[in-house]
Each structure stands twice: as C-alpha cells, then as structure tokens.
C-alpha cells in the first residue's frame, strides 16, 4: 500500500514539476521586477550595474558560485541529520572565519538584512536562532572547503564585505526577500489548487487504498 501511495506521489510530484516550473519562474521574475522597482533607486540600479560588470565584479560573482555550491552540500547534511556535533562545537578561532566567509553567501546575506529589518521593525528577529544554526552547521561540515575559497578569495575578501554591506546591496537583498516571500506563496496557492491532495484532502487516497486487495492484513491510514 505504501508504494502504491509513494507512486503515485512521485507522479503527482512530476506532474507539478512539469506545470508548475514555468509557471513559478515567471512568477517570480514578476515579484523580482516589482521588487527591484520599489526597494532600488535608478542610482542604486546604476551601481550594481557597474559592480557586475567589472573584474571585482566578475571574480565577486564567481566566488558566490563557489560559496553556493558549499552552502548546498552543506545544507543536505544538515537536512539529513549528517552534521557531525563534535565539528558543531569547533573552536572559535576555527569556526568562526569560516562562517564570516559563509555570511557573504547572497542567500545568508539576504537572511541576515531581513533579520536585522524584523528587529528594528518589532524588536526581535524570529528568524535569527535559525540562521546561526545554519551558518554554524555549514561551517563544520564545510570547513575544508570554505577554507580553500577564503584563501584563493583572500586578497579581494574586504572588497566583497563591503559591497555586500553596501546600501544598494542591501537593498538589492531586500528586493530579492521579497520576491521570493511572494513567490514562496504563489507556490502554496499553486500547489493547493493542482493537486488537492497536498492541502489535506486525503479521499483520493482512502479510495485507492479501499480498492486494493484484501488478502494480506495491513494498517489502515491514519
């Protein structure tokens, strides 16, 4: 019965891969758009443009490729209870360049100034407590890597700080939460509305499972 379900999950699953994608990118591309128009000035537009396209610019964006690729592999060991905890507890001195590399990570950057926005909005940051796990979970399973990308990136380091603390970065990152909140929640309302499955309505389910067979006992479905 399990596999059965399972089946047809994965299928469900493909079936919104294949509608949704396009759907969901365009989306996004939208909120990105609105998002760009309200958090940036023209001048701020103006910076990053020149930022990007120049060398420090390129090698900026090469490093985020890198960091990226870390960050990954790093948030699937999180994902799969594989962090070791005695690497969790690493020294300061150890742990800590590293995270300061990982914090430039567009995505941790990006957490980091909507935390920081939350706090000075109502006083706190709920989502504070999650991004040091996170950045202290990446940092010991990641260490050797992110060691070799800070010392190949070492002498361009304190530029990449700074521009990622740059008001028009920030507010580039600020553009950049915003649209994915409000694709996050296209995403939810698309799912709901494909499949109904997926918000609760099981009676798909229970039907397949009282059409099966009878000649083996098995549990029922809670």
């Known amino acids: 019965m399990k596999m059965v379900i399972a089946q047809d999950c994965y299928a ?5 891969k294949h509608r949704g994608a396009p759907e969901l990118e365009q989306a996004y591309l939208d909120a990105l758009r609105l998002s760009y128009g309200s958090h940036l000035s023209s001048a701020e537009a103006d910076t990053l443009i020149r930022f990007y396209e ?14 990226a690729t870390v960050a990954a592999d790093g948030m699937g060991q999180l994902d799969s209870g594989k962090v070791n905890p005695n690497a969790m507890a690493s020294a300061p001195d150890v742990i800590e360049p590293r995270m300061n590399v990982l ?7 990006m957490l980091i100034v909507a935390s920081e926005d939350e706090r000075r909005a109502v006083g706190h940051a709920t989502g504070a407590p999650a991004i040091g796990i996170m950045l202290r979970a990446v940092a010991a399973s990641q260490g050797n890597a992110l060691d070799r990308i800070g010392r190949e990136h070492s002498a361009n380091l304190g530029d990449f700080s700074a521009f990622s603390q740059s008001q028009a970065e920030t507010d580039e990152l600020r553009a950049i939460h915003e649209a994915i909140a409000v694709t996050t929640v296209a995403a939810g309302k698309f799912a709901e509305e494909f499949s109904p499955e997926l918000n609760g309505d099981l009676k798909k389910w229970r039907d397949l499972y009282k059409s099966l067979p009878r000649d083996k006992p ?3 479905i809670r």
Not at 12 to 16: A, H, S, T
């Open 12 to 16: 469900e699953l493909d079936q919104i």
């Open 54 to 67: 120049s060398d420090p610019g390129q090698k900026y964006q090469a490093f985020q490729a890198q960091l």
């Open 103 to 109: 914090r430039l990570l567009t995505t941790f950057s």
């Open 218 to 220: 098995s549990a029922p």
